[in-house]
T-cell receptor, first 112, second 111 residues
Framework: KAGVTQTPRYLIKTRGQQVTLSCSPI?????VSWYQQTPGQGLQFLFE???????NKGNFPGRFSGRQFSNSRSEMNVSTLELGDSALYLC???????????FGSGTRLTVV | TQLLEQSPQFLSIQEGENLTVYCNSS?????LQWYRQEPGEGPVLLVT?????EVKKLKRLTFQFGDARKDSSLHITAAQPGDTGLYLC???????????FGTGTRLTIIP
């Protein structure tokens, strides 16, 4: 059974650029959540999608956006990158919310 | 915003010792989950507890959900180097609401 796949694994971008991260959940999982992890702030919730609809949203600026496709695959986009956006971005999937998440290995984004 | 405070923040003990990690909140959660994360990887789910007072055992790990569903603990017996990692608790006030993660406990087991 394939796990949650996140691509790319590592990314280096320049301030002001935009970036798109991809997440393929476990087959059959309809809930996909995104988290930002930094040493200082820990795991911060970005948003959750369930059956292509954004169901929950964290306290991040509008530069952070996401979407979910009909096959449950999800993407998140960050526009006008800032140095503070450097972090590990984690995607997690679940059959339903709060059942227990399976996380991907994350995308390590570095903004220079 | 529900806050989950974990203690201790850092813990370093010798192999074979026992330890307990705590996860506390002033809010009620419908369920609590525990994860372990190793460097460079995503968290891995260890257990989900849903009933107040519930106790679950996973080999040398014992998880307890508080009676009031506001807190949880993780007890490890005879710790081994493989237990080293970042332990995270997570909960949501109701099913379908966002899952909030705790501040984490970084555990190091010294051989």
């Amino acid at each position: 059974k394939a796990g949650v796949t996140q691509t790319p694994r590592y990314l280096i971008k320049t301030r002001g650029q935009q970036v798109t991260l991809s997440c393929s959940p476990i087959s059959g999982h309809r809930s996909v959540s995104w988290y930002q992890q930094t040493p200082g702030q820990g795991l911060q919730f970005l948003f959750e999608y369930f059956s292509e609809t954004q169901r929950n949203k964290g306290n991040f600026p509008g530069r952070f956006s996401g979407r979910q496709f009909s096959n449950s695959r999800s993407e998140m986009n960050v526009s006008t990158l800032e140095l503070g956006d450097s972090a590990l971005y984690l995607c997690a999937s679940s059959p339903t919310s709060n059942y227990g998440y399976t996380f991907g290995s994350g995308t390590r984004l570095t903004v220079v | 915003t529900q806050l989950l405070e974990q203690s201790p923040q850092f813990l370093s003990i010798q192999e074979g010792e026992n330890l307990t990690v705590y996860c506390n909140s002033s809010s009620v959660f419908s369920s609590l989950q525990w994860y372990r994360q190793e460097p460079g990887e995503g968290p891995v789910l260890l257990v989900t507890v849903v009933t107040g007072g519930e106790v679950k055992k996973l080999k040398r790990l014992t998880f307890q959900f508080g009676d009031a569903r506001k807190d949880s603990s993780l007890h490890i017996t005879a710790a081994q180097p493989g237990d080293t990692g970042l332990y995270l608790c997570a909960g949501a006030p109701q099913d379908g609401e966002k899952l909030t993660f705790g501040t984490g406990t970084r555990l190091t087991i010294i051989p």
